[in-house]
């Protein structure tokens, strides 16, 4: 009996205990329900002087701040994020962490980072782009032809007209490079998810460019010998040009020069002042030369023009350009590392050679 006593005494002390607990926290909650229009208030006032107001409670601030970044990470983590934008102030070589930034991040900052322009045109922009399966891209190039066509004498034989095919083949390259930083870079700056693929994206394209140019460039075979040789100005030269491949049954597409040699084209005057017809300023403000489009291009070469059929000419891709970002790359993990890795498999096809000239005006 006396132990049945001693049991139900401290089942009792238990549940007065949790009672009192109990009260404690309902207490507390309405205390906290009280409270919550003061620091409301409170954060309505900070935010009118900063940031527009909020309609959501700070309490409720925080909490959606925590969760949407936690969710953001760890789909990160486990792969859905694919093409993952970022941006930073990138070094030469090795990993970026946060001594690769000056100044106090604590600080208001903007949203974004402040880069170098991209190329306002690109080589790609200019061509036609075929996809590919296999990495590599088969066409067969006209040999030289005999025209044996003629008037037929009655009864006799017909002339026969033979061709002859040069098989060609191109090879997709990738042009790549990666970039890595510390994760804890990402907490310091923000905006570093949203810049660093812009970056990639446009020093691809730079050096694109450049492997564009200078394969086409080299392996032109158009003549370049206009039909006036003591000619000194580079409008009359370039007309010499177009006028070349016209000549040879191509449509030139596209000068390209640079901005110093569009300059000079561009301020040509004749003798008398007069405007050349052949010239002209379409509603695009471009120049151009009957159909021939001058385009400028930091990626040309000073002093020279690159004059080119652009249906002669192909940008084959087995994969598209893109940017991933890991950190299953060595020893990322450990290090808490990410690689972002900018790339594309192509090449570019010139399908006729002597659809392209390169010329040096070698007088300016």
């Known amino acids: 009996m006396e132990d049945i006593t001693v049991k139900a005494d401290h089942w009792l002390r238990v549940a007065a205990m949790a009672e009192d607990s109990h009260n404690k926290i309902a207490q507390l909650a309405a205390d906290a329900k009280a409270n919550q229009p003061i620091i409301d208030g409170i954060s309505l006032q900070e935010g009118a002087r900063k940031t527009p107001r909020q309609t959501k409670s700070l309490t409720q601030q925080v909490v959606e701040g925590i969760t949407t970044r936690k969710q953001e990470f760890e789909a990160f983590q486990n792969g859905e994020i694919k093409n993952f934008r970022v941006n930073l102030d990138t070094k030469t070589s090795g990993v970026l962490g946060s001594d690769h930034v000056t100044g106090n991040t604590m600080t208001t900052y903007a949203g974004q980072g402040a880069i170098l322009p991209p190329h306002q045109i690109n080589f790609r922009d200019l061509i036609s782009s075929v996809p590919v399966q296999n990495g590599s891209y088969t066409f067969y190039r006209e040999g030289t032809v005999t025209n044996s066509f003629a008037q037929q004498t009655e009864l006799n ?11 060609n083949r191109v090879s997709c390259v990738y042009i790549s490079a990666i970039t890595q930083f510390s994760k804890q870079l990402s907490y310091n700056l923000n905006f570093i998810q949203n810049t660093i693929a812009t970056q990639l994206f446009r020093d691809f394209y730079r050096k694109e460019n450049d492997y564009f140019n200078v394969t086409v460039a080299g392996n032109a075979t158009g003549n370049g010998t206009v039909a006036n040789p003591s000619a000194t100005v580079d409008a009359e030269e370039l007309i010499g040009i177009i006028a070349n491949q016209i000549k040879s049954g191509y ?13 000079r084209l561009a301020t040509t005057k004749p003798n008398d002042y007069s405007i050349p017809p052949v010239f002209s300023v379409g509603a695009d403000g471009m120049l151009r030369i009957n159909n021939t489009q001058i385009v400028v291009a930091p990626w040309a070469q000073t002093d020279h023009v690159l004059c080119f059929d652009s249906s002669q000419i192909l940008r084959v891709e087995g994969e598209s350009l893109r940017v991933e970002f ?11 590392k990410i690689t972002a ?17 390169y010329k040096d005006f070698s007088n300016s």
């Open 157 to 167: 034989l017909k002339p026969s007209q033979d061709y002859t095919w040069v098989e």
């Open 251 to 263: 449509a030139p597409s596209y000068a390209v020069v640079d901005a110093d040699e569009w300059r």
């Open 326 to 336: 890991s950190m299953e790359d060595s020893d990322n993990f450990q290090r808490n």
């Open 341 to 357: 890795r900018c790339e594309c498999f192509e090449n570019i096809a010139l399908l006729r050679p002597d659809s392209v000239i």
